[in-house]
Every structure is written in C-alpha cells, then in structure tokens.
C-alpha cells in the first residue's frame, strides 16, 4: 500500500492539547508583569479617554485581614469580566483595586500580638503595628487577586491607611460638615460589649436567642383619674377564656367575645353602653410585656398605641394574684389572660390608648412616676399593647421619648456592666442581671408571668455576641437635619439596580433607618478631627478652615499627626485652652463610603503627580458599583449617605449584586462541615480560568454553588472548549492572512454560512456582556463549539481541509473561515478565560498586538447575504436534515450494517420543497451527511424499506457501499483503482494530487 500521508495537509500547532493550566498560568502572570500589562491597556485606550469614552467600575474594598475566600474570587473575576469585555468595547475602563484597613478586627489581630494600647504598648507603637499588619494583608491578598487573572492598578491601588487617602477621609467629613449634616447627642446605638464599641447598622447580623419575657404591673397612681377617662360596659359582662361561663357573682353571662363585640361597637358607633357596672376592687396596673428585663432601671415611660381600644379587666379574687385591675390591648386580651392563667375576668372599663396619655405610673421597684405616653410604634403583634419605654435603651424609645422631652438615662457601662451607684444592680452584667430584676419584681409583687421567649436577636457580625442598646455620646450624620434622608431616596430612584429588587431594598433600608452614628471608641481609625469647646460643647466656629489644616498634616504624617497635635498647635495658647479635641474614630463604613471622594474625585483631578497618575481617568458618578448583596446595608448605602451629604449626588449610576457561595447542596460553607473551597487550592490543582469559568457558568444573582465536583465538570466544559480552539488553529498551519485570506464573495458557501453564525454570537455575546448575562455567554459559546462547530461545521470541512490542495481555494476558504472564527473566538473568551484566551492569542497568525487585551472586538466577520439561496434558513434546514441522517446512520452502524458513515451510501426520499433544498448541493450533499454517496429523490418513489426520519417529509435508505475504499480519503467511489498511476485512490484525490485540484462551490 502507497502511503500518501505526505500528500494530506494534517493539523499542526504549538497550542497543546493539555490546558496544563497551574503551571502555564503563573508563567503568564509573570510575562504580563513584566511587559505592565495594565499600563498597556492604558496606553490603547487613551484616545479614548481623551474623547470621555470611559466606564468607570468602582472598585469596593475587601477587609485587609485574612486571606481571600471564594466569595473574594466571584466578585474579583465578575469585576474583571466586565472591565475587560467593556475594554474590548474600545472604552477606558481603568480599575483601581482597593482595600479597608482600618478598625477592630485588625485591632483584633494586633492586640494578641502586642497586648492592648496603653498597656503594654503605646497607642502609636499599636497604630504602626496595624498598619504593618494590614500592609502584609494587602500583599497576601493583591497576589492571590492577581494569580487570578484580575487586570488592575495592582502597583498603586487605593488603601483606607494611606495618609493621603486618610487626610481626603478627613477632607470629606469637613464637606459633610459643612453642608450641615453633623450632630452630636445622646442616643441609643448598637453596642458590643465584646468590641467595647458602637457598632454600625451593616456590622449587625439577627440569630435566634431564648430570653426571659416578663409581664410586668406598673401601679396606676391615680386609679379614679384612669376610670373618670375610660367608656363603661354593659352590665354582667364578664369573660371566661372557657367560653360561656358563670361571673364573680354566680349570674349567667355570655361569651367574652360577644361581650367585647358588643363594648367595641358600642364605643365605634358612640351608642350607649348601658348600666354600669361598677368601678371594680383591687390595685389597677398598666401591665408591660418586655424581652429585656435588664432595660428596667432606665425606665422612663409606659407607651400606648393612641388608636387601639383598651380594656380594664377586673380579675376574680381566684386569680393568681386575688382581685386586681389590670389595663391590656383588647386586641390582645383573650392571649394575655391565657398566658397569665387567669380564667375568670370582667371588663369593667373601655377607652382608647390616647384618653390616657399623661397618667402617672408607679416605677415596679424605684422611688417614681413615670408617665403614660402615645407612640405608634406600640403594635398588637406581641405583649400586652403596653410598651416599657427606655429612651437610653432602644431607638423607638429615644425618638418618642424626645417628643415627650423624656430623660435619656443610661446605667450601663461601655464593659457591659451596670455603672457604681445603680440601685440594686450596680456592677452587674446587664445579661446575668435579668434575673435579680425578676426577682426584685416578685419582691415587690410587680411581676405578673416570666417565661422562656426565643425570638430573632441582633448580634455582632464579629463576636457573634448579643449586642445591647446603649446611650452614649455620639457623632451622627443626621438623617432629617439638613434633608439627608429625602435626597437619597430620590436619588435611589435615579439609579439603575441589578437585580431590580435592590431599588426597592435599599429604599427601605434608608427609608426606616436611625441617623448613622459614624463615631467609634478605637485606636486604629481615621480620627474626627473636631475641636470642641470645653464649656458650650459647641465645634469651633473655623471648623472647616481646622480640619484642611489637619488634613494637610495628616498628609504627611498619617493619622499619628492629629494624635499627637495640641489644640495650641492650631489655635494658639490663649484659644487653644479653651477647645479639646474629639478623641473618637471614624465608623470604618464611613473610610470605605467616601471612596467616590478619595479615589474617584482624586483620580478627575490627577494631572501627572505620582502615584495617582495611574488613576487618571476616573470619575464620579461611577458607572458600576458590584458588591454581595448584603451591601445594601453596607457599601452601597454609606457610598450613597456620604456622596449625597456631600454632592447631592448618588456616586454611581448602576449597582450590581452577586449572591452568597454555598456548597453543592445550598449548605453554607465552614471548616466544621469541611465543605469549604479555598480558591487558592483550586488554582494550584485546576488552574484559576476554570473558577472563572465556574463564575461565568453560575448565574450570579442568587446563590452559587461550589464543590470539587462542580469544578471538574467545569473543568470537562473548559476542555471542550479549549480542544475547538486547538483544533482550529492547528488548521491554520501554514495560513498567512495578508496572503491567503479568501474575499468573503469567493468563499465557499459552508464557510460562509461558519462565519455568518460567528458574527450572530458575536453580537449576543457583546449585547450579554453588557447586561452582564455572563452565563448566558458560557452556555451559548458551550453549545457553539459542541453544536455548531465539533457537531457539525469542523466535521463537514475536515475532508476538504485534509484532502485538497494545500493552497487551493477549497482549503483556502475553510482557513479563512476559521481564522476569523478563532480571531473573534479569543477575543469572545478573553474576559472570561483571561489565561487560555492571551494563549490562544500568540498561536495566531498574523501581526498582532502584544496582548489580546488592547483589542477590540474583531471586525473581520460578516453576515449573509439576505438575497443569497444558501441563506441562514437553508443551513439550519440542512443540519436538521444532517441531524436527522445521523441517528438513522448510528442505527445502522449499531446492527452491523455498516462500520462506519463513509461505509454507506443512501437514498433520500424528500417532500418536493426539501427536494429542491437538497438538491441545490448537487454531488456536495455528500460531504454535509458524510457519506460516500447521496442522491435524492421525490417522496412518491420511496421503496418499502425506506425509513421515516424525525424531519417532517424526509426518508432515508441507508445500504452498505459495494465499490472501493480509497486509501486517501476513505470515501468508497466506483472509480477507485481506474488510475494507473494510483490504483488505490479515487478520481478526486488523483485530481487533487497530480491535476488542478477539485472543484467545491457549497461545502
């Protein structure tokens, strides 16, 4: 047998066919650190630039502390992915990385290693051992950030610590002020007695907690005044939570829900209520239900709903405590008596909550009165429709208790612990002390039931502690000072949120919120640089003038300048005595909510100063912010706070949000279940585009589920990928596009149609990748090298490409057809397969670029000619009909008819419309189907033995070829061996070596 191997035009590449990815990616990473990457990127785009063809994603900053999850990877690749696909789009999108490196849990971390400030280390050595600290953080995390393909200003990225970034911190707190939305007071905010400090709204997470809920009596002090206010019942009208059942006096009555029923329509329609009953015997107490017993000694006030009706019930002498008379919530009447085990009971009084308003009390065990007051908040959803009031102690109560000009009193300690010369319970723990204040209850025979109450509980997102509520002096940014509140919410409604359900969450969230106190009682935190006067409490009337000062100090020295400053310094020593400075730090939510100020802001203004020349080009608003969800609580909603105080302006136009990584059963991860994927890990063993893959794959918007088996069917899904990449290359051996690319005119039909399907993916994924459907990308590129191209396309033209001419149009056509395809295919992976894309990108011909990523979208491709025959309808008729063949053909194969396709020859028996498609490809139609011959015919002339096909008006008979194989290109043809000089070859191969080559038109 002749070998004519020699005479095939065989696939040859250098792109291999092992990913090999963990080593080949870190190779890479250190070829684009040292040609700067980023900077060349730059560079392409600053035409546009100049034109403000930008798009801006603000970067927002991971906690310097601790190394990098795989929620970390998701949103550091979803970022890149859409600075990179916006790159391709010919825009600048410059993206500056940055990182939060102040607060507690760097604190934390030092503390363990240094001891605590002013102990064993001075409050400088410890603000330099944090920063030291996080500086390392911030290295660990850029390397794993940058092992993972993200592109960005890796040499100069933004951090919270530097002091040039802390001075601008400063600079946006003096703007804040200015515009007049600072306060100072004494109210109610989320501490952590673990954190010895406030703590911000986004640093609270809810768990369930058992607590002691108690009823507590509060004594009316003038029980005639309570009765002279109240409507009167129907006489008899005693209730039973058994029904129909006898009263106190031994006389029938009804039920107590039609007794009540008849009480509310008599006080609804203002009818007579008829006889009266009697003012009833024993005390008469306002009862409280409470899940915080400890909150009692700063009691101030007992709250009623103004519009609910209330019922004063005479409790038989049988009750648990003998006669008594106690005021509850009709609505919760029926619940309060069954909790408190009283069955026998008589409403002797009815009124609404605001006849009541003013009414003293008698504090349960201190030597007071406390009024009654109205306040909406006080719901029938639990309790007694009674509310304990202790403005030191909870926000409703501080924001009703100022109304009624209430005491804010607060006997709890920063420790956690009840402040010397708290009666009965000084020193306590406010959580051990719950049960003496039950106990002081029964002693003074103020309790009425306690029980075990498991409800949803805020706890600190650090310690994962119960937090309390605690007065202390603070600085707020008011909410409704200077208009703060109804400005954001306008411009909620400005801004585009992705998913649509954001708009209406973070409405809520700033609709409902307290003020923001934005101080802290920690060493490591960008300071209020705020002097106050020692006697009025009032900031210095140059404030604004003070904190540039500071600022321009704080430039060069950090924050250690305003520590170690003496108010002289700035005012002189006759003024300067008179001021002290503000020793509290910033919320560490407001360092990272005024980064539109410090990054953006600075980044507009840069000229050519080092380093921010890297941030030229960026603006604000920003286009995108791209966080988890639970940051419409934190990032997004201190960003939107501070840049409206500031601008009056929401600092971004979109905001995205991805959801939370879970293991493959919804589970959320931890080491105890040991279903925790660390990035790191996955990027030594698979290689960090196969986490890309997986991110673009996952459909971000709700929970992504990750395990080592969902990675490697990712990893099978990347090698599909990866091998129609390969295969296309390595059939560009050879191919010069400046000489052998084919005009789109003389193209053959096939290849025509390859590259039309191109372009329509082409325009899909540009339209997904600026909707941000990256999993739309992913299964539609998936489906297009499975389907389109290793299904059908790359199967049809492999006999073409191997058997022709080497420089005959046939191949030249399919060449080129796959040169565009591959050239716009490195560019769709790009944003997605970073690694793989920059890859296939150097085994490309032709003069290039230095890296895939200065390109733009390849413009080389091109679409159908509408008026052509062999049109996008014609094609997809063709592969349904290939499609259909094939299963018939595999049918075959399987009974023993034939080996293989090209074993067999076949009939097809076509409706008069699919005939005339069919026929169009002549002699052709064999190469589509694969076959060594196929003819067509009219569906009259069908045999017995043709079978029906899943194409409506189409069957087949299939039968073993009777000629011989030729030894080239395998086809069985009548006229193998009728050449003297190849007696093994057929006529077309014979032409293709020694003639002027076959002639293809169609495929």
Known sequence: MTDYKHTLNLPKTGFPMKANLAQREPEMLKHWQAIDVYALVRAARAEARARGETFILHDGPPYANGEIHIGHAVNKVLKDIIVKSRTLDGLDAPYVPGWDC?????????????????????????????????????????ADFQRLGVLGDWAHPYLTMAPRFEADIVRALGRIIAKGHLQKGSKPVHWCIDCGSALAEAEVEYADKDSTAIDVRFAVVDPEALLARCHRVPEGASHSNAGATQDVAGDSIASAADAVADLARGARTGGAIGAVTGNGTGPMSVVIWTTTPWTLPANQAVALNPELEYALVQVAEDGPNGAERLLVAEGLLKDTMLRWDIEHYRVIAYGRGDAFEGLMLAHPFYERQVPIILGEHVTLEAGTGAVHTAPGHGLEDYIVGRRYDLPVDNPVGGNGRFLDGTPLFAGENVFDANEQVVETLKDNQALVREQRFSHSYPHCWRHKTPIIFRATPQWFISMEQAGLREAALREIGQVRW?????????????????????????????????????????????????????????????????????????????????????????????????????????????????PAVEWAGL????????????????????????????????????????????????????????????????MKTLGADIIRLWVAAADYRGEMRVSDEILKRTADAYRRIRNTARFLLSNLNGFDPARDLVPAAEMIELDRWAVDRALQLQQEFTQAYQDYQFHLIYHRLHNFCVVDMGGFYLDVIKDRQYTTGANSLPRRSCQSAMYHIVEAMSRWLAPILSFTAEEIWRHLPGERDETIFTATWYQGLFALDAADPFDRAFWSQVLAVRTAIGRQLEAARTQGQIRAALDAEIDLYCSAELQALLSRLGDELRFVLITSDALVHALGERPEDAIDTDVEGLAVRIRASDHPKCVRCWHHRADVSTHAAHPELCGRCVENIDGDGEVRRFA
């Open 102 to 142: 102040h607060g507690l849990p760097i604190e934390l971390q030092v503390e363990r290693k240094k001891g605590k400030p002013g102990q064993k280390i001075s409050a400088t050595q410890f603000r330099h051992a944090c920063r030291d600290y996080a500086g390392k953080q911030v290295d660990g995390q850029r």
């Open 498 to 610: 992705m998913p649509d359900w954001g708009q209406s969450r973070i409405d809520g969230m700033v609709r409902n919120r307290p003020d923001w106190c934005i101080s802290r009682q920690r060493t490591w935190g960008v300071p209020i640089t705020l002097l106050v006067d020692k006697e009025s409490g009032e900031l210095h009337p140059r404030t604004s003038e003070l904190i540039e000062q500071v600022a321009q100090r704080i430039e060069v020295k950090g924050i250690d300048a305003w520590f170690e400053l003496r108010p002289e310094e700035l005012l002189g020593d006759a003024e300067g005595g008179r001021y002290e400075k503000v020793q509290d730090t910033l919320d560490v939510w407001f360092d990272s909510g005024v980064t539109h100020a410090c990054v953006l802001d600075r980044g507009a203004a840069e000229t050519g100063s080092e």
């Open 619 to 682: 603006r604000r608003p920003a286009d995108l912010y791209l966080e988890g969800s639970d940051q419409h609580r934190g990032w997004f909603q201190s960003s939107l706070l501070t840049s409206v105080a500031m601008h009056d302006q929401a600092p971004y136009r979109a905001v995205l949000t991805h959801g939370f990584t879970v293991d493959e059963k919804g589970e959320k991860m931890s080491k105890s279940k040991g279903n925790v994927v660390r990035p790191q890990e996955v």
